[in-house]
Nanobody
C-alpha cells in the first residue's frame, strides 16, 4: 500500500522560508514521478512542483525561482524548499505520486496534506 506522509508545514512571516518533507512508502521509491500540489481556500488544486524519475523538474510559474525540489533515496523522502514566501502561497500542500515515470495529468496517490500559512 502506497503511503505518503507530509510534514514541515506551519506559519511563517512573508519573506520567510519553510521546508516540507514527504516520506514515501509501499513502493520502490525512485520508479515514479513525484511532486507537490497545493490548494488555497476557494481555489482548485494546482501542481506546485514535480520531478520525473530521471530528475527533471517542473515548477508552477508562480513559484519558479523561489521553490526547489530535492529527494533523498535513502530516506525515501521528497523535499520542497520554499523561500521568499508570500501570503498568496498560503494553502494546504499535498505530496503526490504518479503512476508513471513523468508528470502526467493526474497523480495516483495523495498524502493527507500539510498546512502552510504566510502572514504579512
Amino acid at each position: 500500500q502506497v503511503t505518503l506522509v507530509e510534514s514541515g508545514g506551519g506559519s511563517v512571516q512573508a519573506g520567510g522560508s519553510l521546508r516540507l518533507s514527504c516520506v514515501h512508502s509501499g513502493y520502490n521509491f525512485g520508479t515514479n514521478a513525484i511532486g507537490w500540489y497545493r490548494q488555497a481556500p476557494g481555489k482548485e488544486r494546482e501542481l506546485v512542483a514535480g520531478m520525473s524519475t530521471g530528475g527533471s523538474t517542473t515548477y508552477a510559474e508562480s513559484v519558479q525561482g523561489r521553490f526547489r525540489l530535492s529527494r533523498d533515496y535513502g530516506k525515501r523522502t521528497l523535499y520542497l524548499e520554499m523561500g521568499s514566501l508570500q501570503p498568496e502561497d498560503t494553502a494546504m500542500y499535498y505530496c503526490v505520486r504518479y503512476d508513471a515515470m513523468v508528470i502526467t495529468r493526474q497523480p495516483a496517490n495523495w498524502g493527507q496534506g500539510t498546512q502552510v500559512t504566510v502572514f504579512s
